[in-house]
């Protein structure tokens, strides 16, 4: 069966629809993750004194990671609202509205008048959009991902679906490379309306995704579906209720995707994230040290991350990632003591590393896997709620936790430990996780 996939890309228009497919899921996910970027770089850097200028400066990077935080309870609910919808009606209508509606809440962020402007209305307005971010970023992600996989030639689905997270840091490019030149302002035109500009323009990349996915055909595994499905109204009626029983009975694949998205999404956020607010609120190192940092990363991403895909369908996804989750373990106490030498090239050093490792590499393996991790008729609702539950216990609450940590604490120690403990919990799936490399996306079952 994966033989369909190989003969729509043999014919013109199904290249260029793959085309289309490739750039426009690449655009999508650059416009979450530059979305959600800005927003890390922002919550870490100028929010504390936007929104919440009479708290002190830990408990108002706190309150901005709070913030940062709500956008993951809304991914959980999009997940499951947009997945139900994309596995019953397609993939293509589900990232149409995703990226629309993103791309209206981040514009609309930068529009967002400051906490002496408008008072207590100011982080009520950045928490509702937050909210709205997060509810279409739910299913962008994994959308993204299963059109690139059910498209994709089975030997290569690794190398094709680590486009996904091509765009992932395309969009933390963007937002670095914006925060970096934005950060040679003086202060003042900063926090009055530099920082805006890079949210307000975000909606050219959403418009342009937009214009590029009407022109996407849907994937062929999913066509192939909806021709099984053109029988009677009571069979399908029948099919539709044996769909939702097994969803719910049959769970093991999907609380394995979910320790899998903890060993990935943790770190990444407290690398990507927490780190940032760290070395430029508690250890007082210039701010553009740590954007400087995230911009190389970014770079090296374009490098790192299809060799993670590359390697996966070479030596197999289960390996891959139990690899870069026991170098993230190896990592976490090494990099906070040498962050705290405060020297710049060290530090820009340990984030440059910790991005590759976390936010990159592991990534680019996670695209394929969760694709092939589940069978074709709840694919969509599967992948995306699973890896946003994972993402809220691990990625949307670490930056807050961490904070909590150093706020209780004065030192890195509990943070180390919940970096080794969320890496941790990935490695130890792997060995309870099946490999699917080069697996028939087409059967309905899970792989396990």
């Known amino acids: 069966m994966n033989q369909i996939q190989d003969d729509i890309l043999k014919t013109s228009e199904g290249k260029k629809s793959f085309k289309n497919a490739i750039i426009s899921c690449w655009l999508g996910t ?21 929104f919440y200028p009479e708290q002190t400066p830990i408990i108002a990077l706190m309150l901005s990671f709070a ?49 002496a402007s408008i008072g207590i209305f100011a982080p009520l307005l950045l928490v509702v959009l937050r909210f709205l971010q997060g509810f279409g970023a739910g299913a962008e992600l994994s959308g993204g991902a299963i059109m690139l996989g059910e498209y994709a030639p089975s030997k ?11 765009g992932s840091n395309s969009g933390t490019l963007i937002a670095s490379g914006i925060w970096f030149l934005l950060s040679f302002m003086n202060k003042e035109d900063f926090l009055e309306w530099g920082w805006r500009l890079p949210f307000v323009f975000s909606f050219l990349i959403a418009l342009f995704a937009l214009y590029l996915r009407r022109f996407v ?70 701010k553009q040290v740590a954007t400087t940092g995230v911009l190389i990363a970014s770079i090296l991403g374009f490098l790192v991350i299809p060799l993670a895909g590359f390697l996966s369908d070479k030596f197999g996804r289960r390996i891959m990632y139990r690899i870069f989750c026991l170098l993230l373990m190896i990592y976490a106490i090494p990099a906070f003591m040498l962050l705290d030498s405060k020297d710049e090239i060290i530090v820009i050093s340990v984030i440059v590393v910790g991005m590759c490792l976390a936010s990159l590499g592991i990534f680019g393996v996670q695209a394929a896997y969760g694709v092939e991790m589940f069978g074709c008729k709840n694919r ?69």
């Open 380 to 448: 969509y609702t599967k992948m995306a709620l699973a890896k946003e539950i994972g993402g809220i216990l691990s990625g949307g609450t670490a930056p807050l936790l961490a904070s909590f940590f150093l706020s209780l604490t004065g030192n890195w120690h509990l943070i180390a430990a919940y970096f080794i403990l969320t890496a941790g919990i990935g490695f130890v799936t792997t060995f309870f996780a099946p490999e699917t490399r080069g697996r028939d996306l087409n059967l309905v079952e899970d792989a396990i």
């Open 156 to 166: 290569n689905r690794g190398l094709v679906s680590s486009i996904i997270a091509l």
């Open 67 to 115: 913030t940062f935080g709500v956008g993951f309870v809304a991914r959980p609910i999009g997940a499951l609202f947009f997945g139900k919808m994309g596995d019953k009606y397609g993939r293509k209508k589900v990232m149409m509205i995703t990226i629309f509606l993103m791309g209206i809440a981040t514009t609309l962020i930068g529009f967002i008048p400051s906490y």
């Open 217 to 286: 055909g849907e994937t062929p595994v999913f066509a192939k579906q909806l021709e099984l499905m053109q029988n009677t109204r009571e069979e399908n009626l029948k099919s539709y209720t044996e769909e939702n029983k097994s969803f719910w009975q049959k769970t093991k694949a999907f609380w394995i995707m979910v320790g899998l998205r903890i060993g990935e999404n943790g770190p990444s956020y407290l690398a990507q994230g927490f780190i940032v607010g760290y070395v430029t609120k508690v250890l007082l190192l210039d």
């Open 30 to 50: 650059a416009m979450e993750y530059a979305d959600f970027a800005l927003y890390g770089l922002a919550a870490a850097t100028v929010f504390s004194e936007i």
